[in-house]
């Protein structure tokens, strides 16, 4: 063990102190009860609507007045008469099923479905699809 040197041990104290508290321990009861034995300064203010829902509620108010007062039945526009029952024959002269005819447009059954049943929201794009895979014009005359 040669060139190590002598060796010494150091007999300065180490001091192990504990986390300063976090915002949330300084507001528990018991630190705030020791704080007060203790004679610390303790700062208490009342935040404005603490407690209620009054900020939640203050604001939709006068939404729901105004939904209440608004009379206009808002639907969604659906299929034409004149265009289901054009698919449905330009369909049927072509011989094709439902399935056959969404699986040529990359669509599902359902979709052609709801069509010819009227409840789907027209798409002027399954409407074009559907055009050029029965080879007429479903939206106005014959080709």
């Not at 504990?18 to 610390?40: F, L």
């Not at 049943?117 to 939206?139: D, Y």
């Amino acid at each position: 063990m040669a060139g190590i040197g002598p060796i010494r041990q150091d007999w300065e104290p180490v001091v192990v102190r504990k986390k300063a508290p976090t915002a949330a321990a300084k507001k528990d009861e018991k630190a705030v009860n020791a704080a007060r034995r203790s004679g610390a300064e303790i700062d208490t203010m009342k935040k404005h609507n603490a407690g209620t829902n009054k900020a939640a509620s203050s604001g939709t108010s006068l939404n729901t007045k105004r939904l209440d007062d608004d009379t206009e039945n808002l639907a969604h526009e659906r299929v034409s008469s004149d265009l289901k029952k054009n698919l449905m024959q330009a369909r049927l002269d072509k011989k094709l099923t439902q399935a056959q005819l969404a699986q040529m447009i990359n669509e599902k059954p359902q979709v052609i479905q709801e069509y010819e049943s009227g409840k789907a929201i027209p798409n002027q794009q399954i409407i074009g699809k559907l055009e050029r895979a029965l080879g007429t014009k479903l939206r106005g005359g014959k080709k």
